[in-house]
């Protein structure tokens, strides 16, 4: 029975606060397969799969799962029918121990009723051995990279019988390799006859993993097809309604005047072990970009600059000034939009409007009602060019989609005119149609004379953006290229392998 459909949902519908967010969309399921769910920011993938994981509950249609149709009142109700959800934030509790999180809920006891932890051991280590993982069930969760939580997270799901396994965005802060054993782990678990509902927003993945793909567009189901039978294009014209985006090409921008002192000096910098000895300088007016493979010390230099974290030698200069501390940094005009932006960037309890409110620079530091006005200028400046999709300023950030809540940080300091910006990761999260659209911004800033510094893992973006890059190998910086040098993104792949 291998195409045997497992789950069909059927005109579902969902609303919020009179707003509709579904519209009559479906999905259906087959039995083994790696189905990619596809659409823009705000587009209702999320709150679909929140309605089979019984977060949310539909106001209509149809849910048939292996022939019954069910209702879900709770995720329990959905866990217990075999459906389980990997979180874009993920859920595990760091202070308890690998086979801990495994089997939360559910500890073998012994006699008596006691805990068995040798037994949680034993059973912890065997479905991780099962998937091919290497991770000691004894150690505490908080000491684990986020490739290795994920795969407890498949681990926690899979001990609960799983047969539906839903991934939102599981790779965007996963390292090459890790993403190759998340794939490795996706397929074996298909062949064995589990489901897989694929979220993300990175296209070539969705046609190296998956078999097939369900588009939506504004709450409702455009396509679904096998991905052989779709192709980039025809996926992307399903997802925006248009033909093709703009590409994100490189544009040559005038070049630094000779003589000119640069914003930002880097002189010799040690971070702990994980940077050792960078220099390198971004002017007025340049975007330089830092190339290197997921912990090569990108993320450190950035933070170190901006005085989140401290250097354990060399210098930081912002106009031939030293600076040390974050207070010192901003202060000196520098803005960090930092990777993990849910997390650092936001107060996700406020809306929209407060966020935009919040007093980051001086400029921002004056009476209220100026302030007031400001952020309200900001915010529709905001919305309108990055097509952030929102009923209105009012939103909590936290009810925006996680694409969306990308771009509100985003345009928080995209607007604050930094003397020197930090851009960690810009695109991760947004769909392929406000891509472009942020480099374009990006650029604009740098016009105006902003220094601008940007890490991003997808080369494509770093050669479009780029004036010059710095690229890293194991802390150090091994080489710099002018952009007009680099000839093939090959060029770039080279010189960051080391
Ligand atoms: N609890 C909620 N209250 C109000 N609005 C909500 C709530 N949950 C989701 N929404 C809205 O529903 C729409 C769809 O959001 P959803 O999270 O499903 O999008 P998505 O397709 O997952 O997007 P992304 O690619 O950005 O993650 C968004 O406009 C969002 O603001
Ligand atoms: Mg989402």
């Given at each position: 029975m291998q195409d045997a459909t497992v789950l069909e949902m059927r005109d579902m519908e969902k609303s919020f606060n009179g707003i509709p967010v579904l519209k009559k969309a479906r999905f259906e399921l087959r039995r083994g397969e790696i189905h990619a769910l596809m659409g823009g920011n705000g587009a209702g993938k999320s709150t679909l799969m929140k309605i089979l994981t019984g977060v949310y509950t539909r106001d209509a249609g149809t849910l048939v799962l292996d022939g019954r149709t069910l209702d879900f009142q709770t995720p329990g109700e959905a866990e217990a029918a075999g459906v389980a959800m990997i979180f874009q934030e993920l859920s595990l509790v760091p202070t308890l121990t690998v086979a801990q999180n495994i089997l939360l809920h559910r500890e073998p006891r012994r006699?008596?009723?006691?805990?068995?932890?040798?037994?949680?051991?034993?059973?912890?280590?065997?479905?991780?051995?099962?998937?091919?993982?290497?991770?000691?069930?004894?150690?505490?969760?908080?000491?684990?990279?986020?490739?290795?939580?994920?795969?407890?997270?498949?681990?926690?799901?899979?001990?609960?019988?799983?047969?539906?396994?839903?991934?939102?965005?599981?790779?965007?802060?996963?390292?090459?390799?890790?993403?190759?054993?998340?794939?490795?782990?996706?397929?074996?678990?298909?062949?064995?006859?589990?489901?897989?509902?694929?979220?993300?927003?990175?296209?070539?993945?969705?046609?190296?993993?998956?078999?097939?793909?369900?588009?939506?567009?504004?709450?409702?189901?455009?396509?679904?097809?096998?991905?052989?039978?779709?192709?980039?294009?025809?996926l992307i014209e399903a997802m925006l309604g248009t033909g093709s985006v703009a590409a994100l090409t490189y544009r040559e921008r005038p070049q630094v005047p000779a003589g000119q002192r640069p914003v930002l000096e880097v002189e010799g910098l040690d971070v702990g072990d994980r940077v050792r000895g960078a220099s390198f300088a971004v002017h007025a007016g340049e975007i330089v970009g830092l190339a290197g493979l997921m912990g090569s010390g990108r993320t450190e230099i950035a933070e170190a600059v901006f005085g989140v974290r401290p250097a354990s030698a060399g210098t930081v200069r912002i106009d031939g000034e030293p600076v040390a501390t974050?207070?010192?940094?901003?202060?000196?005009?520098?803005?960090?939009?930092?990777?993990?932006?849910?997390?650092?960037?936001?107060?996700?309890?406020?809306?929209?409007?407060?966020?935009?409110?919040?007093?980051?620079?001086?400029?921002?530091?004056?009476?209220?009602?100026?302030?007031?006005?400001?952020?309200?200028?900001?915010?529709?400046?905001?919305?309108?060019?990055?097509?952030?999709?929102?009923?209105?300023?009012?939103?909590?950030?936290?009810?925006?989609?996680?694409?969306?809540?990308?771009?509100?940080?985003?345009?928080?300091?995209?607007?604050?005119?930094?003397?020197?910006?930090?851009?960690?990761?810009?695109?991760?999260?947004?769909?392929?149609?406000?891509?472009?659209?942020?480099?374009?911004?990006?650029?604009?800033?740098?016009?105006?004379?902003?220094?601008?510094?940007?890490?991003?893992?997808?080369?494509?973006?770093l050669l479009a953006l780029s004036d010059r890059l710095v690229v890293l190998h194991d802390g150090r910086v091994v080489q710099t290229m002018e952009r007009r040098d680099i000839a093939s993104e090959e060029v770039l792949h080279h010189a960051v392998q080391g």
């Open positions: 006699m008596g009723g006691f805990l068995d932890d040798g037994e949680a051991r034993r059973r912890a280590a065997e479905i991780l051995a099962d998937l091919g993982e290497d991770i000691d069930p004894r150690l505490p969760v908080e000491l684990l990279s986020t490739g290795a939580r994920q795969m407890v997270e498949i681990a926690k799901a899979l001990s609960k019988n799983t047969r539906i396994l839903i991934m939102d965005e599981p790779t965007s802060s996963l390292s090459e390799a890790e993403t190759q054993s998340l794939f490795r782990i996706a397929r074996r678990l298909r062949d064995g006859g589990i489901s897989i509902v694929y979220i993300s927003h990175r296209m070539s993945e969705i046609f190296t993993i998956c078999d097939r793909v369900t588009v939506m567009r504004d709450g409702a189901t455009v396509l679904t097809d096998a991905c052989s039978n779709v192709g980039m294009d025809g974050v207070a010192e940094a901003m202060a000196a005009g520098v803005a960090l939009v930092p990777e993990d932006r849910r997390r650092q960037g936001l107060v996700l309890e406020h809306t929209m409007h407060a966020n935009f409110m919040l007093p980051s620079l001086k400029r921002f530091a004056r009476g209220l009602f100026v302030r007031d006005r400001e952020a309200a200028v900001e915010g529709e400046a905001a919305v309108r060019d990055l097509k952030i999709r929102t009923d209105g300023l009012g939103k909590v950030v936290r009810l925006l989609s996680g694409g969306n809540q990308q771009k509100v940080v985003l345009a928080k300091w995209l607007a604050r005119h930094p003397k020197l910006l930090i851009l960690d990761e810009p695109t991760v999260g947004v769909d392929i149609g406000a891509k472009s659209d942020i480099v374009e911004i990006v650029r604009a800033i740098a016009d105006r004379g902003t220094a601008v510094l940007v890490i991003s893992s997808e080369f494509e973006e």
